[in-house]
């Protein structure tokens, strides 16, 4: 089984800079496609950022393009998410998730797709 654990998170002023970071453990197996969501009190968990095992493909939600950056080290099953110019807007637990399937149906952009989640870390935003 693999495990995810998110760090990183915490309290922030608008237009400050945060660095996320998940952490897998256990048995894993290196060529994941992952990604990060986030969920705030009372609202749908919603898509934020994913890559591919290969780091060839990115994707943003329209709603943080320009300001985060995901990027991984594949060799020691880790993803980053650098969150610049953050937004109260942007305030949620935020949660990795991974998974093996490359033959999914599902877009990178579905929840649907992932097998595997972190338990979340805080992310705040102060205006």
């Known amino acids: 089984q693999v495990q995810l654990v998110e760090s990183g998170g915490g309290l922030v002023q608008a237009g400050g800079s945060l660095r996320l970071s998940c952490a897998a453990s256990?048995?894993?197996?290196?060529?994941?496609?992952m990604a990060w969501f986030r969920q705030a009190p009372g609202k749908e968990r919603e898509f934020v950022s994913a890559i591919t095992w290969s780091a060839g493909n990115t994707y943003y939600a329209d709603s943080v393009k320009g300001r985060f950056t995901i990027s991984r080290d594949s060799d020691k099953n880790t993803v980053f998410l650098q969150m610049n110019s953050l937004k109260p807007e942007d305030t949620a637990v935020y949660y990795c998730?991974?998974?093996?399937?490359?033959?999914?149906?599902?877009?990178?952009?579905?929840?649907?797709?992932?097998?595997?989640w972190g338990q979340g870390t805080q992310v705040t935003v102060s205006s």
């Open positions: 256990g048995r894993t197996f290196s060529r994941y496609d």
């Open positions: 998730a991974a998974t093996t399937n490359f033959y999914s149906s599902y877009r990178p952009y579905n929840a649907l797709r992932y097998d595997y």
